[in-house]
């Protein structure tokens, strides 16, 4: 049987993704009072309202199956296996740690909302980049997305404002509210900084009397596209061949490489390219 190293590696950080996920709410938010939005807000309101009876853990279990059934119709069976993966590790680790962190690492409210904050959305955003979820409003998050492009962190914010508001109804308290719509904006900020980050591309112009060579171990080594435009050197007056490489920012360093190794000599310019749809990059949405 061959092993997909692709695959563990996605679930790995997965995993990683909802330790500080979890982290994040078990030790600076759900302690402090605070809602932040999504299934695991909805837990916490559940938590308090209930006079800290029903953990969060349970909570997040119970509504996320309900709607991984729904993910599973829409965003099909491998959104499906990494989401409900995901719901159970989610619910492990945030029954697990709210035994173990029965206070706020933190005093300070506001502090504590922007570590747990920043925390969440880059647990998210993490999870969220493999192709997983952390569920709740992430589920819903996934599928507009899926058709449109509108960020899933914005989504997710428009969508988590009710949940934080009606902690009203169980705090009795406006600064309550207020903090839970800090917690809301850093983490939509944080999930959109994590996300764009691992898809931003970069697009290299290489020019060498080496293309061919350079040309055939991108696209056989890399399985990336290689367009070779004709050029003239203004000073030489000489025909020259540009490649055209259009790549992952974090696979730019092997394109380096390979150069490198087929001409030292060769010239390279690089620059960022806001967003890259089309095969083996986004997918192109009307």
């Given at each position: 049987m061959k092993i997909n190293y692709s695959e563990i590696r996605s679930f790995l950080i997965i995993t990683l993704g909802l330790t500080i996920y979890s982290f994040g709410w078990t030790a600076f938010l759900i302690p402090s009072g605070m809602i932040g939005g999504g299934v695991t807000g909805i837990g916490t309101?559940?938590?308090?309202?209930?006079?800290k009876v029903i953990p969060v853990g349970y909570s997040y279990f119970i509504?996320?199956?309900?709607?991984?059934?729904?993910?599973?119709?829409i965003l099909g069976s491998k959104f499906g296996v990494k989401t409900i993966f995901a719901m159970l590790l989610g619910s492990i680790?945030?029954?697990?740690?709210q035994?173990?962190?029965t206070a706020p690492l933190v005093d300070e409210k506001f502090m504590a909302a922007i570590i747990g904050g920043v925390l969440s959305g880059t647990g998210i955003g993490l999870t969220i980049s493999q192709g997983g979820s952390s569920g709740g409003t992430d589920i819903i998050a996934m599928i507009i997305n899926k058709y449109r492009n509108i960020s899933p962190g914005r989504i997710i914010l428009y969508l988590d404002?009710?949940?934080?508001?009606?902690?009203?109804?169980?705090?009795h308290d406006v600064s309550t509210i207020v903090y839970g719509y800090v917690v809301m904006s850093i983490t939509s900020y944080s999930i959109d900084m994590v996300i764009?980050?691992?898809?931003?591309?970069?697009?290299?112009f290489i020019v060498s009397s080496e293309y061919e060579k350079i040309a055939d171990k991108i696209a056989?080594?890399?399985?990336?596209?290689?367009s070779m435009l004709d050029a003239t050197g203004w000073y030489s007056k000489e025909s020259k061949k540009i490649l055209m490489v259009v790549?992952?920012?974090?696979?730019?360093?092997?394109?380096?490489?390979?150069?490198?190794?087929?001409?030292e000599k060769a010239f390279i310019s690089m620059g960022s390219v806001m967003g890259v749809y089309g095969l083996g990059f986004d997918e192109i949405r009307a």
């Open positions: 309101l559940i938590y308090y309202g209930t006079e509504l996320n199956a309900i709607l991984i059934l729904i993910a599973l119709k680790l945030l029954s697990t740690m035994k173990i962190f404002v009710f949940i934080i508001a009606s902690s009203y109804l169980v705090f764009s980050g691992s898809k931003q591309s970069a697009q290299l056989n080594e890399m399985n990336r596209g290689v790549v992952r920012k974090h696979e730019a360093q092997t394109i380096f490489r390979v150069v490198k190794q087929m001409d």
